[in-house]
């Protein structure tokens, strides 16, 4: 299995626009951060983990041509508002599967009707295979993927789990029963937005702790704000078993 980092910023990107901040004027790429999202490449198949506003260019710059499903883990902007870029696979694979809790293909409904109409549907739109799933296994081409429940602020949001590989963002709360279904991961990726605590992210000391109670071999830190520091600042304080992901970063699992 091999995994891309395709953005690891937070809801902004890093650069903010217009932002004098110096993390958001350093020149070190690793400071660059495009919305957060992981391209999965397994099996022969592409998955991608949500599809935020900078999808296309980070499709470009992975140079994927294929995507057999995408996953959402929430329905904030930043996860979704890439969907009707969507179109170059449609146009050369047909329907594109996505899966997503009901809550979330609501609100996808609402923003994207057009590409949910059955009537009169305008040409160019893209149209999907749509999964709804719930806090359950479910079966992904050759994958059993495993949703893991947490609260984002009052919104429950799915990380997922692919074997020895799991993915969580946008957390700030995970249930005990919850973490219980991530023992054994070998790499785990948790968001840490900043030094400061903040309502509905885990913090750098929150996104440690909750490492420590999954405990596994390898741990990366994503959606990251410009406020939690220089990515080779930070990294320098980090236990060695747990660094910074950066755009473009790959690990083979
Ligand atoms: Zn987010």
């Not at 609100?107 to 059955?118: C, E, G, H, V």
């Not at 495993?146 to 709360?173: Q, S």
């Not at 596994?216 to 080779?232: C, M, N, R, V």
């Amino acid at each position: 299995m091999k995994i891309t980092f395709l953005g690891t910023g937070t809801s902004q990107g890093i650069p903010i626009i217009g932002s004098d901040h110096p993390v958001c004027k350093s020149s070190n790429p690793k400071d660059k951060r495009l919305r957060v999202s992981v391209l999965i490449e397994s099996s022969g198949y592409n998955y991608v983990i949500d599809c935020g506003p900078d999808f296309r260019y980070q499709m470009l710059r992975a140079e994927c041509e294929r995507i057999d499903a995408i996953i959402f883990t929430h329905e904030h902007s930043d996860h979704v508002m890439g969907l009707d870029d969507i179109r170059p696979f449609y146009f050369k694979q047909g329907n594109i599967s996505i899966y997503a809790h009901k809550r979330v293909l609501k609100a996808l409904k609402q923003r994207f009707d057009y590409i949910f109409a059955t009537k009169n549907k305008y040409p160019g739109a893209p149209s999907l295979n749509v999964h709804r799933i719930k806090n359950k296994s479910f079966r992904l081409c050759e994958e059993v993927v495993v949703p893991i429940k947490g609260m984002h602020a009052d919104l429950e949001v799915f990380g997922y789990r692919f074997n020895e590989f799991a993915y969580l963002t946008d957390m700030k709360f995970v249930s005990e029963k919850e973490i219980e279904k991530l023992k054994g991961v070998k790499v785990l990726v948790v968001n840490a937005l900043r030094i400061e605590p903040h309502h509905s992210h885990f913090n750098l000391e929150e996104a440690l702790s909750f490492i420590e109670k999954v405990n596994p071999e390898k741990a990366y830190l994503t959606h990251i704000s410009h406020l939690l520091g220089f990515h080779d600042d930070v990294e320098k304080t980090l236990p060695d078993h747990v660094s910074l992901a950066y755009d473009g970063l790959e690990l083979t699992i």
